[in-house]
């Protein structure tokens, strides 16, 4: 008899964004400048940060497992009722969950190729079967596409607006346009992980979209602006049934108290998130001129991060390059980019260590 079912033995295991110390460690340099993982440049907020440490005198005390406060700042700060609220760890715990919750054997998850791969891995990791349209333009969301890959077999939609890893974005006269196609049984996942970046005009308002379509969820994050993505912690809205129905399925103590702790003061912090967004308005187009300058082909995003192609250049030797000149960028060779690199938006000083970095390595 086999081990594990086919699904789970075939699996591809995430890959995430090299670690400080492990380049430390491995290439023998220092003062590593990390944009791999679209973190915050500034840090975590001061407030979370001093709510986080408060809360450690208690971790000896399992976190409330309905995370009262936490919701309530929620429901405060967004003007949501608390049973359409559910948290989770990390966002990506909730697409896991939705999956798991939602989706049965025969029936679909349809995403778009090359985006975010935790909806692809989801799917695999409990045997659903995953459908993905192409994107249009290489880099863009194509929800005509989506739209003629409905089938009465799709029960979950993930969208991510932002994308990730492309940044790109797609605007909510589209979005509209497909929600209307979809089936009321069918959940249309919006997955908000950079909204708090966008500037564009003509971008969703997830919130108020809610209203006219109950099967829209949207998914948000601690981890970028608010700069706590080693607390791990997202949140959801959807519909009550559709809250209660994730609330019986997920592990009683999701989310940990230091987190639920910061997670509050981190909404109270609006000074953080103000300085947050203005670096990246600031520092994004100054990383996106100078990566011009070295001849890439910089995709347009309105994230905390960009996706430069140097064609030519095979993405793995690009980013092991920089390694050696303690950068850490992402290689996105696994999502079809196979000469692209994913690089955060840092500080100044970081962005020029990028630049510099990748001046040296391509001989420019
Ligand atoms: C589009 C998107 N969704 C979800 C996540 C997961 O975020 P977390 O699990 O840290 O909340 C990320 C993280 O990079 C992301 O880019």
Known sequence: MPLVPHHVASLQPYVPGKPIEEVEREYGVTDVAKLASNENALGPSPLALRAAQEACARVHLYPDGSAFLLKRALSGRFSVPVEEILVGNGSNELIELLVRTFVLE????????????????????????????????????????????????????????????????????????????????????????????????????????????????????????????????????????????????????????VAQ?????????????????????????????????????????QANFVLADFPGRPGMELFDALLRQAVVVRPVAGYGFPTAQRITVGTRAENVKVLAALRKVLGR
């Not at 908000?192 to 998914?219: C, H, I, M």
């Not at 308005?281 to 990566?291: A, C, K, S, V």
């Open 106 to 257: 025969g029936e679909e998850v349809l995403t778009s190729a090359q985006s975010f791969v935790a909806y692809k891995l989801a799917a695999h990791a409990h045997g659903r079967t995953l459908v993905e349209a192409p994107m249009k333009e290489r880099f863009h969301y194509d929800l005509d596409a989506l739209h003629a890959r409905l089938s009465p077999r799709t029960k979950l939609v993930f969208l991510a607006n932002p994308d990730n890893p492309t940044g790109t974005w797609f605007l909510e006269k589209e979005l509209v346009h497909f929600l209307g196609a979809v089936s009321r049984d069918t959940l249309v996942v919006l997955d908000e992980a950079y909204v708090e970046f966008v500037e564009a005009e003509g971008f969703q308002d997830a919130l108020a979209l809610r209203q006219r379509y109950p099967n829209l969820v949207v998914l948000r994050t601690f981890s970028k602006i608010y700069g706590l993505a080693g607390l791990r912690l997202g949140y959801a809205f959807a519909r009550p049934e559709v809250v209660a129905l994730l609330d019986r399925v997920r592990a009683p103590f999701n989310v940990n108290l």
């Open 261 to 301: 702790a910061a997670g509050v003061a981190a909404l109270d912090d609006e000074e953080h998130v103000l300085l947050s967004r203005r670096l990246v308005r600031t520092e994004r187009p100054f990383l996106e001129q100078g990566l011009r300058e070295l001849g890439a082909t910089v995709v347009p995003s």
